[in-house]
């Protein structure tokens, strides 16, 4: 019950498109659902984050849409630039995060 | 203001071998929780530390012990190393518990 399904488990878009990663969830004690971004090398970095009352968030590119009776929650990436490739975590809180496998996004020219 | 730190960067160890990891937190935060990554997976949850206690721990052997000190940094020890336990160990803190969590760059540790 505590796990978070992530896909895809890579992407490729090209520059300007779209990038749009997926969770779902099954424990609905999850209070708090964060996106990260993680570079080679380097730990992960909070993007942007949703509570459970809200439907969309938006921030500059990034927006999460969240969907409570389906218990999925996803990822949009706007005007995609080469600077996004990385890897993004979802993850869900309860007391402790819980963390997806992970999306390797590859943005090419 | 510094973000959360954390010693070494890189270790090596042997198995059956003992180490120790260092966090401290952002400043002004004291709550700190560990996360072990395995090359390609999500961090998981190894255990919590608020107000010098163990608050939360995850599915973990008992190997893997923590501990927090008076100024809200924290320690993680490993004891009798496997091969398997080599991965990117994180530290995050947060403000106080079930606020939003910053992480550091993360100790790789490679058992060989």
């Known amino acids: 019950q505590q796990q978070v399904k992530q896909s895809p488990q890579s992407l490729i878009v090209q520059k300007g498109g779209i990038s749009i990663i997926n969770c779902a969830y099954e424990n609905t004690a999850f209070d708090y659902f964060p996106w990260y971004q993680q570079f080679p090398g380097k730990g992960p970095a909070l993007l942007i984050a949703?509570?459970?009352?809200?439907s969309e968030k938006k921030e500059g590119r990034f927006t999460i849409s969240f969907n409570k009776s389906a218990k999925q929650f996803s990822l949009h990436i706007m005007y995609s630039q080469p600077g996004d490739s990385a890897t993004y975590f979802c993850?869900?809180?309860?007391?402790?995060?819980?963390f997806g496998t992970g999306t390797r996004l590859t943005i090419i020219p | 203001d510094a973000g959360v730190t954390q010693s070494p960067t890189h270790l090596i160890k042997t198995r059956g071998q003992q180490v120790t990891l260092r966090c401290s937190p952002k400043?002004?935060?004291?709550?700190v929780s560990w996360y072990q990554q395995a090359l390609g997976q999500g961090p998981q949850f190894i255990f919590q530390y608020y107000e010098e206690e163990e608050r939360q721990r995850g599915n973990f052997p008992d190997r893997f012990s923590g501990h927090q000190f008076p100024n809200y940094s924290s320690e993680l020890n490993v004891n009798a190393l496997l091969l398997g336990d080599s991965a990117l160990y994180l530290c995050a803190s947060s403000l106080v518990p079930n606020t939003e969590a910053f992480f550091g760059q993360g100790t790789r540790l490679t058992v060989v």
């Open positions: 993850a869900a809180r309860n007391e402790k995060l819980t």
């Open positions: 400043s002004g935060h004291d709550t």
């Open positions: 949703i509570r459970p009352d809200v």
